[in-house]
């Protein structure tokens, strides 16, 4: 199937200090990615959808200028936790979509943030 | 709303067994459903995607169905191993193809040897 990475797999930062996470698109091009963010023992939650070239839309309650998101090509999304709190440490996941395989969703396997 | 549910959350087995883990969803106009697996602090793996046009899909020892009209899917794991061991998760798009997954909360499969 479709490879989607995730870089770092895990980090630990500071509180105050931001973290960059990137998700790539290994074999397809994806104009749609996906940001998921799961706390312990719960499923995945949406947190925004990026778009390439165009702004990334945020579910409610997400703060788009904490999580900024850049799609600057079909292959390539960011997500940057700006100023990261104790409570930002969670498991985040990106999802590509191949939309010549049936709109079938690739995932990341997701990035470990730890801010002490 | 699309909402997913899963049943059973925890599902202890041993192996050998066949099981079935269940998933329904309250807005039947789904585009496709996706059954995935999430080890332990991993992400997730894809195993099966079913159009709505298709009733099932099968690879190696899974097979999923697909019912629209009753809001239901089932996950069928035929002779279970210990390494089938994880958590499945049941998606749907939350509008269209094109849109985010709306995820259930899993279930947690362990095989015990």
């Known amino acids: 199937g479709a490879v989607v990475s995730q870089h770092p797999s895990w980090v630990i930062c500071k509180s105050g200090t931001s973290v960059k996470i990137e998700c790539r698109s290994l074999?397809?091009?994806?104009?749609?990615m996906f940001w998921y963010r799961q706390f312990p023992k719960q499923s995945l939650m949406l947190m925004a959808t990026?778009?390439?070239?165009?702004?990334?839309?945020?579910e409610q309650g997400v703060e788009k200028d904490k999580f900024l998101i850049n799609h600057a090509s079909l292959t390539l999304s960011t997500l940057t936790v700006t100023s990261a709190h104790p409570e930002d440490s969670s498991f985040y996941i990106c999802?590509?979509?191949?939309?010549?395989?049936?709109?079938?969703?690739?995932f990341g396997p997701g990035t470990r943030l730890t801010v002490t | 709303k699309q909402e997913v549910t899963q049943i059973p959350a925890a599902l202890s087995v041993p192996e050998g067994e066949n099981l079935v883990l269940n998933c329904s969803f309250t807005?039947?106009?789904?585009?496709?459903l996706q059954w995935f697996r999430q080890d332990p602090g991993k992400g997730l793996t894809s195993l099966l995607l079913?159009?709505?046009?298709?009733r099932e899909q099968t690879s190696g020892r899974l097979n999923a169905s697909l019912d629209k009209s009753s809001g239901r899917s089932t996950l069928y794991i035929a002779a279970s191993q210990p390494g089938d061991s994880a958590t499945y998760l049941c998606a749907v798009p939350l509008i269209s193809g094109n849109t985010p997954l709306v995820f259930g909360k899993g279930t947690r499969l362990s095989v015990i040897a």
């Open positions: 807005d039947s106009a789904i585009y496709n």
């Open positions: 074999d397809f091009q994806a104009t749609t």
């Open positions: 079913i159009q709505s046009s298709q």
């Open positions: 990026s778009n390439e070239g165009s702004k990334a839309t945020y």
């Open positions: 999802s590509a979509m191949d939309t010549g395989r049936g709109y079938e969703q690739y």
